[in-house]
C-alpha cells in the first residue's frame, strides 16, 4: 500500500473514531425532532410510526461520490433489486424533503443525467436505472419495466417539488427540455390511461385507472408551474389549460357521485365501476405542490368514505383485495380530516404493536389479519 494511502486511511479511521461525540449529538437532535413534530401531530402512535420508518427508509440509500460530486442512490428491495427506481424514490421523497430536501437533488440526478444523454431512447420517462444494484447501467435497450404514465408523473412532481424547496429554478431550466417531453407524453395519455402498470404493480395492470389519471393530471398543472418559473409563458397557459380541462373531466368520469358517500372509483370504464372504491393517494402532491387544481369537496368526500371501508388494521387499498400500502395510508391521511387522519394513524399503529414477525417492518399488508 503506499504510503500516502496508508496515512490517508488512519487518518479516515481517527477522524471516525474521534467523530462519536458530535455524530451522537447530530442524531440525538433528529431523533428529538421527529420525535417532538410526531407527538404534536399524532401523538404516540404516530411517533410509533414514524421513528420506525425513519431507520427503515435510510436503510436502502447509499450516498457516493466525492468533494465536487455526489449522487443518492436507493435500492427496492423485496419486488427486485433494481436501483433508483422512480416510483420507489416517490414513496421515500417525504422524508427527504423534511430532514434534508437539498438532497432530493442527488437522487433526481442520475435520473437526468442518463436519460439526457440518450442513454433510453423512449420518449417517456424510465422505471429506474438498473436492474441489478448497485450497477446503475441503465437500460439503453428500453428494455425496463414500463409504468411510462406513473413515471413520467413522478419525475415531474418530483423536480418541482425539490425546486420549491430550495428555490432552485436553474435546475428546472436546465431539465425544461425532458421535462416538457415527459409532459407532452402525458397530455396524450393522461385522460383514458392504457392497461398499463401504476406503482402498485403487484395489483397488475388496469385500464384507466382513476388514481393513476389523477397523477398524470396534477403533473401536468406541475409542469404548467414549472413553466411559469421558468418564463415560459406560452407552455404555463397551454398545460394549465390541459390540467384543468382534464380534471373537470376527471370528475365526471372517475367519481360515483350518486352514491352515499360519494367516492373515486377504482376505474371508470368497469361494469359496476361505482361499487369499486381505493385509497386516492396521489392526491397528495396536489397539495403539497400547493397547484390547487383538485376542488376540497374531493379532499372532503374521500375522508368520509375511508371510515365506511375500513377493516381491523387500516384500509384496503382498494376493492380488488384486503391488503393495502402503510405508506399509501400514511399519505391519504396527511390529507384527510383530522378524525380520518387520526383513524389511519392509530389502526397502522396499532399493526405495528401487533404483528408476531421479527423482520423488518412492511408496507403491504393484510388489513383483516395483520399478515
Not at 177 to 186: D, F, M, N, P, S
Not at 297 to 311: F, G, I, K
Request: charged share 20%; net charge negative; hydrophobic share 35%.
Amino acid at each position: 500500500m503506499p504510503c500516502g494511502k496508508a496515512v490517508l486511511t488512519r487518518g479516515k479511521i481517527s477522524f471516525f473514531y474521534e467523530d462519536y461525540s458530535n455524530a451522537r449529538d447530530v442524531a440525538t437532535a433528529v431523533d428529538e425532532k421527529i420525535k417532538q413534530n410526531s407527538l404534536s401531530v399524532g401523538g404516540k402512535d404516530y411517533l410509533t410510526i414514524t421513528s420506525l420508518s425513519a431507520r427503515q427508509a435510510f436503510g436502502a440509500t447509499q450516498l457516493v461520490g466525492n468533494w465536487t460530486k455526489q449522487d443518492f442512490f436507493i435500492k427496492e428491495l423485496s419486488s427486485d433489486g433494481n436501483i433508483q427506481t422512480v416510483d420507489v424514490i416517490y414513496p421515500f421523497y417525504p422524508i427527504l424533503l423534511y430532514l434534508e430536501p437539498s438532497m432530493t437533488k442527488l437522487m433526481l440526478d442520475p435520473l437526468f443525467e442518463h436519460q439526457e444523454s440518450g442513454g433510453f431512447f423512449r420518449t417517456f420517462a424510465m422505471h429506474d436505472l438498473g436492474a441489478s444494484y448497485p450497477n446503475a447501467t441503465g437500460h439503453h435497450d428500453g428494455g425496463d419495466k414500463l409504468q411510462p404514465l406513473e413515471e413520467c408523473g413522478n419525475m415531474l412532481i418530483l423536480t418541482l417539488a425539490y425546486a420549491q424547496k430550495e428555490l432552485d429554478i436553474d435546475y428546472l431550466q436546465t431539465h425544461y427540455k425532458i421535462l416538457k417531453q415527459w409532459t407532452e407524453y402525458l397530455v396524450k395519455e393522461t385522460l383514458f390511461p392504457n392497461e398499463q402498470l401504476s406503482t402498485d404493480d403487484f395489483a397488475g395492470k388496469l385500464s384507466n385507472q382513476t388514481n393513476l389519471a389523477l397523477k398524470g393530471i396534477i403533473s401536468i398543472e406541475a409542469m404548467a408551474v414549472i413553466a411559469n418559473l421558468t418564463g415560459h409563458s406560452n407552455d404555463a397557459v397551454k398545460y394549465s389549460n390541459v390540467s384543468h380541462t382534464y380534471v373537470s373531466k376527471w370528475q365526471s368520469l372517475g367519481i360515483a357521485s350518486n352514491t352515499t358517500p360519494s367516492h373515486t372509483t377504482l376505474s371508470y370504464t368497469q361494469k359496476f365501476q361505482n361499487d369499486t372504491h381505493g385509497l386516492a393517494y396521489n392526491l397528495y402532491f396536489d397539495r403539497f405542490l400547493k397547484l390547487n387544481l383538485i376542488p376540497q369537496y374531493v379532499y372532503d368526500m374521500q375522508s368520509d368514505v375511508y371510515p365506511t371501508a375500513v377493516q381491523k388494521y387500516g384500509v384496503p387499498l382498494d376493492t380488488r383485495h384486503c391488503y393495502t400500502k402503510s405508506d399509501w395510508e400514511m399519505w391519504a391521511a396527511a390529507i384527510a380530516s383530522e378524525t380520518t387522519r387520526n383513524m389511519f394513524i392509530h389502526d397502522l399503529a396499532k399493526w405495528i404493536n401487533e404483528t408476531h414477525t421479527n423482520t423488518a417492518c412492511t408496507d403491504l399488508y393484510d388489513t383483516r389479519n395483520g399478515e
